[in-house]
Nanobody, 124 residues
Framework: QVQLVESGGGLVQAGGSLRLSCAAS????????MGWFRQAPGKEREFVAA????????YYTDSVKGRFTISRDNVKNTVYLQMNSLKPEDTAVYYCAADLSGGPLQRSSTWSSWGQGTQVTVSS
């Protein structure tokens, strides 16, 4: 099982930017599917973005399209989530995910490895 460590969360004003990082260890990274989810208080964990396959095809939930970008550095075994034009509704704990099994990538149960999460707070 891969180990994941997130960093980069914090407090930012609406309209600002943050970049989250997720360092992976424990297995070959370049061909691994990697994802980002988030969970706000009292809500279910929701899909944000994913990078799939060696070619790095990317997928986003509609609410972040055009604002968030997922990318990866296969030398550093790190996946990033660049978040621009942040909104208060983006406030949540953000989790990195790996080990995608058969099933919809937007479903959290499809992923079996998770980081500890990093808090993102966007003030209005």
């Amino acid at each position: 099982q891969v180990q994941l460590v997130e960093s980069g969360g914090g407090l930012v004003q609406a309209g600002g930017s943050l970049r989250l990082s997720c360092a992976a260890s424990g297995r070959a990274f370049s061909s691994s599917a990697m994802g980002w989810f988030r969970q706000a208080p009292g809500k279910e964990r929701e899909f944000v973005a994913a990078s799939i396959g060696i070619g790095g095809s990317t997928y986003y939930t509609d609410s972040v399209k055009g604002r968030f970008t997922i990318s990866r550095d296969n030398v550093k075994n790190t996946v990033y989530l660049q978040m621009n034009s942040l909104k208060p509704e983006d406030t949540a704990v953000y989790y990195c995910a790996a080990d995608l099994s058969g099933g919809p990538l937007q479903r959290s149960s499809t992923w079996s490895s998770w980081g500890q999460g990093t808090q993102v707070t966007v003030s209005s």
